[in-house]
C-alpha cells in the first residue's frame, strides 16, 4: 500500500481574495481585510475525490488532520502543529514524514513547494494540489481532483524531475516583476500536472506583467 505525507498550507490562497497579491508574510494583514481559509475548502475536496486505499501520515489540527477526519479517512498524526502556523512548520512536518512516505502531497502555492523544497529536496516525489494565490511551478496538478486522479493512479505512473519557481510577491506589490527558479523536486508524470508557467523568458514583457496582476488578483479556488 502506497504511504502519503500529507500537509496542508491553512493560509495559502488568502491574500488574493483581499488584492494582497499574495500571502507570504501578508498573513495578519490578509485577515485584517477580511480573509478566510481557503486551502481547507480544496483539500477536503482532493480527499474526498480519492478512490484507493492509502496509508496517510499528516499533521494535526488544520494542517491535515481535521479535513481528512471530515472526509472519512484513517490517519496518523505524526507532526504536531501549532494553533498559529509558519512556513517553518511546512518544512518541520515535510522533513518528519520524508523518512515514513512514498509521496508528499501538499495544498499550498509556489512558496509551499518552496518550503517542501527547502525541507526534502528531490528525495521523493512530491505532488502539489492547488490552493495558492500563485502557481507557477510544475508540480501542481491543475485542479484539486485532478491531483485526486493522480494519486489513484500512482502505481502507474513514472516520475521526474520538474521546476520549482516562485514570484517574489514584495516587490511585485511594488510593481516589479521578480521570478525565481528555486530548484527541482521530483513528481508524477501525468498530463493534468501543469507545466511551468514560462515567466522567465517574458518577464520584461509589459503585457504580460498585467496578465499576471489579474492571475495573482483572483484567489482561484472555487
Known amino acids: 500500500m502506497k504511504r502519503i505525507g500529507f500537509i496542508i498550507n491553512p493560509v495559502a490562497g488568502m491574500g488574493g481574495s483581499v488584492a494582497l497579491k499574495g500571502t507570504d508574510g501578508m498573513v495578519e494583514e490578509a485577515k485584517r481585510r477580511g480573509a478566510i481559509p481557503v486551502s481547507p475548502k480544496r483539500a477536503e475536496a482532493f480527499l474526498r475525490a480519492l478512490k484507493k486505499k492509502r496509508a496517510w501520515y499528516t499533521c494535526s489540527g488544520i494542517m491535515g488532520e481535521e479535513a481528512c477526519r471530515r472526509a472519512g479517512l484513517d490517519v496518523e498524526v505524526v507532526y504536531e502543529a501549532p494553533e498559529r502556523t509558519a512556513a517553518e512548520d511546512t518544512k518541520k512536518a515535510a522533513a518528519c514524514m520524508a523518512p515514513m512516505v512514498d509521496i508528499i502531497v501538499f495544498v ?75 530548484g527541482y523536486e521530483r513528481t508524477q508524470v501525468h498530463r493534468k500536472i501543469q507545466a511551468k508557467k514560462d515567466v522567465i523568458i517574458r518577464e520584461g514583457v509589459p503585457e504580460f506583467k498585467e496578465s499576471l496582476a489579474v492571475e495573482m488578483d483572483d484567489d482561484r479556488v472555487d
Open 108 to 182: 499550498g502555492g509556489d512558496g509551499t513547494a518552496c518550503d517542501v523544497l527547502d525541507a526534502v529536496d528531490a528525495q521523493l516525489p512530491v505532488l502539489g494540489v492547488p490552493a495558492g494565490v500563485k502557481m507557477y511551478s510544475a508540480v501542481f496538478s491543475h485542479t484539486p481532483a485532478d491531483a485526486a486522479e493522480i494519486v489513484n493512479s500512482l502505481e502507474e505512473l513514472p516520475v521526474e524531475e520538474r521546476e520549482v519557481m516562485d514570484i517574489d510577491e514584495e516587490a511585485f506589490r511594488k510593481g516589479e516583476f521578480r521570478v525565481k527558479l528555486k
